[in-house]
T-cell receptor
Framework: DAGVIQSPRHEVTEMGQEVTLRCKPI?????LFWYRQTMMRGLELLIY????????DSGMPEDRFSAKMPNASFSTLKIQPSEPRDSAVYFC????????????FGAGTRLSVL | EDQVTQSPEALRLQEGESSSLNCSYT??????LFWYRQDPGKGPEFLFT???AGEEKEKERLKATLTKKESFLHITAPKPEDSATYLC???????????FGTGTRLTIIP
């Protein structure tokens, strides 16, 4: 398997623009996680899907952030409108069970909002 | 609220110089403690899961141990390829998500 695939790897945008991050989990995995990593706050869970259903979105910072998982092989994280403080590395991870199982991470998307 | 604190923030060792990384946690009920390794520009990669105090796990030059309040990642005779950021995370009962620490950036000097 190719592992968790994220795109794009790098995104540079201007404040106010819409940003869409994409993730393809490992085939057969039924849980998907979106994380944000910054130097100050480390790795923070934004939202967790199980069987394509959002289970916990308490980490989503505000209404500007939204996530979808229309099927078992694709998820998106959207930020609209983007702000400079959203600049971070965003990771997607998948697991074969719940969050207590081994999570396999993608290479991340580095987002810079100018 | 679950809390995970890792120390030190950064550690530089000479090749072959053994040391330990610390992960202290405060949780309502520990279900599992996880160690991940993260190389620059990559996502975290799973190393170990520990479930109960007294448990130990080993992989090559790494050994993870767990007490009721903290976990240690011992690195014996490290090599430059062990340089990475090591992340600790906890999972608790009734909660299907992990809380991560901010990591220890380990540098092994040849």
């Amino acid at each position: 398997d190719a592992g968790v695939i994220q795109s794009p790897r790098h995104e540079v945008t201007e404040m106010g623009q819409e940003v869409t991050l994409r993730c393809k989990p490992i085939s057969g995995h039924n849980s998907l996680f979106w994380y944000r990593q910054t130097m100050m706050r480390g790795l923070e869970l934004l939202i967790y899907f199980n069987n394509n259903v959002p289970i916990d979105d308490s980490g989503m910072p505000e209404d500007r952030f939204s996530a979808k998982m229309p099927n078992a092989s694709f998820s998106t994280l959207k930020i609209q409108p983007s702000e400079p403080r959203d600049s971070a590395v965003y990771f997607c991870a998948s697991s074969s069970g719940t969050g207590m199982e081994i999570q396999y991470f993608g290479a991340g998307t580095r987002l810079s909002v100018l | 609220e679950d809390q995970v604190t890792q120390s030190p923030e950064a550690l530089r060792l000479q090749e072959g110089e053994s040391s330990s990384l610390n992960c202290s946690y405060t949780v309502s009920g520990l279900r599992g403690l996880f160690w991940y390794r993260q190389d620059p520009g990559k996502g975290p990669e799973f190393l170990f899961t520990l479930y109960s105090a007294g448990e130990e796990k080993e992989k090559e030059r790494l050994k993870a141990t767990l007490t009721k309040k903290e976990s240690f990642l011992h690195i014996t005779a490290p090599k430059p390829e062990d340089s990475a950021t090591y992340l600790c995370a906890v999972g608790t009962f009734g909660n299907e998500k992990l809380t991560f620490g901010t990591g220890t950036r380990l540098t092994i000097i040849p």
